[in-house]
């Protein structure tokens, strides 16, 4: 697929299914993480593929999570389903550190980017996803199974697979006027 109309076209999809990325297909996906602008070379991130059986643990995780937290039933239901919704999910986490020149702003940013690179390049090899957070994404419970120290963040929980629906073809042009200013 062409670059810019990916990047200019491109829509998220949440309904997902069967195939998820192999092999050769994961691996690209991978190395465009790694190409996220990143100053200082810090590689400030760490990727958890989950899929098959860790689909079951990442649910009871999410499930206990919500349920310690004091979550009602109907949000417990959802946090133990939600990963049932791909095939494949991506934990992305910022492995941040204190440095003298990269504030960690700076280093979430790059993980953010390195999200965004995966999404893209799933798209390009035919597969699609979506980018989902929340506010498990800072439950104790869930950084600490995802080795989150201190200075850590789980940015996304990139959600990738086969679309089930055909994207829409009709995208609207966007009026880019007001978010532009000369200065
Ligand atoms: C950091 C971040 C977190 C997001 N979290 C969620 C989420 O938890 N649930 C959700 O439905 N969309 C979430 N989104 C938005 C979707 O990834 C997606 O961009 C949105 O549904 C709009 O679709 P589009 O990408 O086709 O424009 C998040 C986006 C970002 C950048």
């Known amino acids: 697929m062409d670059a ?3 990047l200019v076209n491109r829509r998220s999809a949440s309904r997902l299914v069967e195939p998820a990325p192999q092999g050769e297909q994961r691996e690209n996906i991978i190395r465009a993480a790694m190409r996220a602008p990143d100053h200082g070379t810090l590689q400030p991130w760490h990727f958890f593929m989950i ?3 860790g689909r079951e643990r990442f649910s009871q995780l999410l499930e206990k999570a919500a349920r310690d937290s004091g979550l009602d039933e109907k949000a417990i239901e959802k946090a133990r389903s939600g990963p049932f919704r791909a095939p494949l999910i991506v934990t992305v986490v910022a492995k941040c550190q204190e440095h003298h020149k990269v504030p960690q702003w700076e280093q979430l940013l790059s993980a953010g980017c390195a999200v ?7 798209l390009a090899q035919g597969f ?3 980018w989902r957070s929340g506010p498990m994404t800072d439950n104790p419970q869930v950084r600490e199974a995802f080795g989150c120290r201190e200075l850590d963040k789980i940015v996304g ?3 990738l697979g086969t679309p089930q629906l055909k994207a829409s073809t009709t995208i609207s042009v966007p009026d880019t006027t007001p978010f532009v200013s000369y200065f």
């Open 4 to 6: 810019l109309e990916l």
């Open 51 to 53: 899929e098959g059986e």
């Open 128 to 130: 699609n996803g979506i």
């Open 157 to 159: 929980f990139l959600y």
């Open 116 to 122: 965004m690179a995966m999404q893209m390049a799933a």
